[in-house]
């Protein structure tokens, strides 16, 4: 059973507003992702870390998505100006070895 | 670019019966390709991780064989259950600590 641990398992936010999202990843996982899975249940990559440090994001994370994942302190990702189309369900992830392991999410909804 | 290609989206069966759920992936990198299973309002579970070319691996009743030779790494059981009724995600990690995930097959298992 994965121990990726993500808070609020909801949030609900305006237009405009920021959100924010936690994460703890599994204990000596080493890389950390975040995805976006949409209302058709299709994943976007946002952005990984590896040991704190930013590995790849996508243009969208660049410009209003922020994300960090410092030692000894929950990962987070916040999406500073909050828009319709970021509805969706945020999912972190933490890897060993290959192995992918993913917490429950936390499902967003911008009215 | 890498890829995965689910190509049912729905797939339904009465219990008892197999199943099968296909997928295929491009890439030029040695890839490891992975299985997820989604049940409603839950995370994301690993389900299957390949092992060698040609090489079955199983975990709870399903499993699936890598074949380079057809990029395939395709989901079996041989007699489904009421509670397999899930998402399936065949994912692909091509190397760079990404993961690709195909666009999921939604299996429901009838009485």
């Known amino acids: 059973n994965s121990k990726v641990i993500q808070t609020p398992r909801y949030l609900v936010k305006g237009q405009g507003q920021k959100a924010k999202m936690r994460c703890i990843p599994e204990k000596g996982h080493p890389v950390v992702f975040w995805y976006q899975q949409n209302k058709n249940n299709e994943f976007k990559f946002l952005i990984n870390?590896?040991?704190?440090?930013?590995?790849?994001q996508i243009d969208m994370t660049e410009k209003r998505f922020s994300a960090e994942c410092p030692s000894n302190s929950p990962c987070s990702l916040e999406i500073q100006s909050s828009e319709a189309g970021d509805s969706a369900l945020y999912l972190c992830?933490?890897?060993?070895?290959?192995?992918?392991?993913f917490g429950k999410g936390t499902r967003l909804t911008v009215v | 670019g890498d890829s995965v290609t689910q190509t049912e989206g729905l797939v339904t069966l009465t219990k008892g019966l197999p199943v099968m759920l296909n997928c295929t992936y491009q890439?030029?990198?040695?890839?490891?390709l992975f299985w997820y299973v989604q049940h409603l309002n839950e995370a994301p579970k690993l389900l299957l991780k390949?092992?060698?070319?040609?090489k079955r691996t199983e975990h709870q009743g399903f499993y699936a064989t890598l074949h380079k030779s057809s990029s395939s790494f395709h989901l079996q059981k041989s007699s489904v259950q009421l509670s397999d009724s899930a998402l399936y995600f065949c994912a692909l990690s091509p190397g760079s600590w990404q993961l690709i995930f195909g666009s999921g097959t939604q299996l429901t298992v009838m009485p």
């Open positions: 890439t030029t990198y040695s890839p490891f």
């Open positions: 992830a933490s890897s060993l070895r290959a192995e992918v392991f």
């Open positions: 870390f590896q040991n704190q440090e930013v590995l790849q």
């Open positions: 390949s092992s060698t070319d040609n």
